[in-house]
């Protein structure tokens, strides 16, 4: 997810109890809701070093520890203040846990396993930034400031208005974890409603449902047949019908796209991408050169590519030059 969602949970975190069970509990807390996300000096390296190393170990279980511990370090030591080391590693952890989880909501994934597995794992229930889980974080965030105002303005003691934080807290929490479990039904119907369709007459080897970014009963289907990839949107508020999606062939066997499947350029996409689309074309500015093209279908199409590793190769089928290129979004 975005580092304002991990933030905010964080906040709630702190705020119904958490940040309590060490001085400067609540820093502790809201670093280790987002430090995970430090991998993100990958990025010096490049596109390609930051899509190998993002959500690498970081984001593992085996390192969850590691990144509470920390947190806590980080805070002792720019605070130069005592924690109580116990209570502040337990709560590190508890935030660190929430950043994975909700990471591994959402359509990009997370390598809990590594380093045993490099298996990218997500429930594809949540986009990376989700406006309904922003609503209800900032509706708990301005809760309590809301709940003061009203109790100034009606004269009601200050001894309630230090709970309207927690209040507000607790009810955020428990309704993004309401959300993503009812996110996680409506996933399941429109994946069950994907797999029971034909497609030209064929049954599907696999298919997703990715959500859509404003309506939860709006799905992104990509479905895979031996040969060729079809789009197609499900909306389980209405009949979903039999229309058509869009169809993108598969490329018959071609040297050019094994020849290009040995760069480290595709070799580390096609250890993240999970429904990748070749395209071989002509490349005019190389003589009988071909351009070979991945992309990953989770995150656009060939009409409007995201995640793309291109090659060019010339006439004897050697590669001039590969690149790999993020979309307009660069997940967190």
Known sequence: MDNLTHTAIGLFLSRIGLGRWSPRGTAIVLIAANIPDIDVVSS???TLTYLTYHRHLTHSLLLMPVMALAAVALVRL????????????????????????LDWTNVYGIRLLLPFSGQWLRADTTGVVDLWIWAVLALGIAGPFLARLVGSEIGSGSPKEQHHGRGFAWFALLVVLLYNCG??????????????RMYDGIVPLRVAAMPDAINPFKWRGIVETPGSYVIQDVNLAVDPGSARGAVFHKPDPDPAIDAARRTDTFQAFLRFSQYPLWRVTPYAAVEDGKLVEALDLRFGTPLAPGFVARAVLDSRLRVVNSSFQFGAVRPR
Do not use: D, Q, Y
């Open 44 to 46: 010096a390296g490049g």
């Open 78 to 101: 720019a605070g130069r203040r005592p924690v109580l080391w116990k209570g502040a590693f337990f709560a590190a952890l508890i935030a660190v846990a929430s950043h994975l989880a």
């Open 183 to 196: 996110r996680g039904v409506l996933h399941a119907r429109a994946v069950a409603s994907l797999e029971t």
